[in-house]
């Protein structure tokens, strides 16, 4: 089955630690986004990729890292420069930017919660 | 000021209600129009799209886009219960890269 696959689905770190986030997709898509979820709040946009080895910072990049070796992967670093990390972060992943194609289909993995003990 | 206004509710209505769910915006620029679903713990998936202004009607969902109040709609007909989830609303356009900006989402829940 095509999808996205985020891993791992809870995620504990103690302050000053890094963590990365993991984002596959095998629906061949070109266009790979990370959002931060908080209650009360949209989804807010960190980091988006068009094309392998390139990506734009979103609304609320700071704090955060990305990289885009592979066309099916899009990992996540959240740094200990992130002030406050813990979110339900979400990976999606479009044929194009959204409205390119007239679709704005945005598909979204199952995300990943992280928390800062 | 928030670009897009979403009441979060919870809005909890019985089984077999219309629901209305809506969201208003400030930028005139916004051109795509987008509803999606979210359940508990997972990823939203998308459940409406509408182009400018107009209504769009799929099964017992309908949209409802009016540019001139900056203002969009979801109508539920013969809620179920399998419908309470969170409803987000995102609008984007060529002025941002159509890059989407969301909602807050809007809490629902239908009581059998």
């Known amino acids: 089955d095509g999808g996205i696959t985020q891993s791992p689905k809870y995620l504990f770190r103690k302050e000053g630690q890094n963590v990365t986030l993991s984002c596959e997709q095998n629906?061949?898509?070109?266009?790979m986004y990370w959002y931060r979820q908080d209650p009360g709040q949209g989804l807010r946009l960190i980091y988006y990729s068009q094309i392998v080895n390139d990506f734009q910072k979103g609304d609320i990049a700071e704090g955060y890292s990305v990289s885009r070796e592979k066309k099916e992967s899009f990992p996540l670093t959240v740094t200990s420069a992130q002030k406050n990390p813990t979110a339900f972060y979400l990976c999606?992943?479009?044929?194009?930017?959204?409205?390119?194609?007239?679709?704005?289909?945005?598909?979204f993995g199952e995300g990943s919660r992280l928390t800062v003990l | 000021q928030k670009e897009v206004e979403q009441d979060p509710g919870p809005l909890s209505v019985p089984e077999g209600a219309i629901v209305s769910l809506n969201c208003t915006y400030s930028?005139?620029?916004?051109?795509?129009f987008m509803w999606y679903r979210q359940y508990s713990r997972k990823g939203p998936e998308l459940l409406m799209y509408t182009y400018s202004s107009g209504n769009k009607e799929d099964g017992r969902f309908t949209a409802q886009v009016d540019k001139s109040s900056k203002y969009i709609s979801l109508f539920i007909r013969d809620s179920q219960p399998s419908d309470s989830a969170t409803y987000l609303c995102a609008m984007s356009s060529s002025e941002y890269g159509n890059k989407l900006v969301f909602g807050a989402g809007t809490i629902l829940r239908v009581k059998s």
């Open positions: 930028n005139s620029a916004f051109q795509y």
């Open positions: 999606a992943s479009s044929i194009g930017i959204a409205g390119v194609l007239g679709t704005g289909e945005l598909f």
């Open positions: 629906l061949n898509h070109d266009a």
